[in-house]
């Protein structure tokens, strides 16, 4: 594997036409090994890029505290057999005196997530957008756990007409039924097992919606109902179009996706599920 650690490297780094690119902000864990999987089994070259983009932490505090594991995270790209990691510095991905052009995530990215944290869209479809410049890949590759960031990052290719086909992975979950993120290692147990209720609570509202239930308020009382107790606070829960991420507030059709956001022992926790019938 080829570590590339600047913009110059990246450019000069040979690659053919069906390349994958894997953006991430490292800390990795099982949810970005499958997306790996799944650009391997589709590209001839597989580029996975760790960068902490600054532009979308809202908090100075999120910033600081994220998750550094490079040298794990290095080891686990060897070992999936991934061509390259891209490491850019921040020069790298907003050259001084460059025009980098900053995005907005528009209406569909002021809701939910967008809303509870303000401009983190804007950032991340900023980087994801200079990465799709430098990186050129044919595929890229987003966690359907980060729901509203793959709808985001589909819209705006098809807005700025990108030759790159995004691929939604399917969101990965440990035994227990926790969705991965780099947060949970901020989870102490007690609040590992109030995290669980995430899931639950999402099977609870699936299992209603496969056997008729339509009506969003009622999806969403089940919801509330498994999360009532316990360390969690609720963010936002709500039924949304997948392809919009517009809000459903009467009946709900199957592909509509229940999404949850809730603090739980004070860790900022994403879960969805989308309906099936
Ligand atoms: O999902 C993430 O890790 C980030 O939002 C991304 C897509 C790598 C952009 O910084």
């Known amino acids: 594997m080829q570590q590339l650690t600047s913009s110059q490297q990246l450019s000069a780094f040979a690659r053919g036409s069906d390349v994958g690119l894997v953006p991430t902000m490292g800390a990795l864990h099982a949810g970005h090994a499958s997306l790996v999987e799944r650009a391997k089994q589709e590209n001839g070259c597989v580029i996975v890029s760790i960068f902490v983009n600054p532009l979308q932490f809202n908090k100075a505090d999120d910033l600081r505290k994220y998750p550094q594991t ?3 995270d290095i080891a686990l790209l060897e070992k999936l057999n991934v061509d390259a990691v891209y490491l850019p510095q921040y020069a790298d991905v907003y050259p001084e005196g460059n025009d980098v052009q900053q995005l907005s995530a528009g209406s569909a990215g002021d809701s939910f997530e967008g809303a509870a944290r303000p401009g ?6 900023t980087v994801v957008h200079r990465l799709l410049q430098q990186v050129s890949p ?4 987003f966690g359907e756990k980060d729901a509203q960031q793959l709808c985001l990052a589909r819209l705006m290719v098809e807005k700025l007409e990108m030759p790159v086909k995004v691929v939604g992975c399917d969101l990965i979950r440990d035994a227990d039924g ?3 993120s780099s947060r949970n290692v901020h989870l102490s147990d007690a609040a590992r097992n109030d995290a669980l209720r995430l899931h639950q609570a999402l099977i609870r509202a699936s299992e209603d919606f496969a056997a008729g239930e339509r009506q969003a ?3 969403l009382n089940t919801i509330h109902e498994v999360l009532n107790g316990g360390d969690i606070k609720i963010a ?3 039924v949304v179009n997948d392809k919009t991420f517009a809000e459903l507030n009467a009946e709900v059709d199957c592909g509509s996706r229940v999404i949850i956001a809730a603090e739980v022992g004070g860790v900022h926790l994403l879960d969805n599920m989308s309906l099936v019938s």
């Open 120 to 125: 983190h869209f804007d950032g991340m479809l």
């Open 138 to 141: 044919s595929h890229v590759y």
């Open 178 to 180: 926790l969705a991965f």
């Open 70 to 72: 490079l040298v794990a």
């Open 217 to 219: 308020q009622n999806l």
């Open 236 to 238: 936002y829960c709500a």
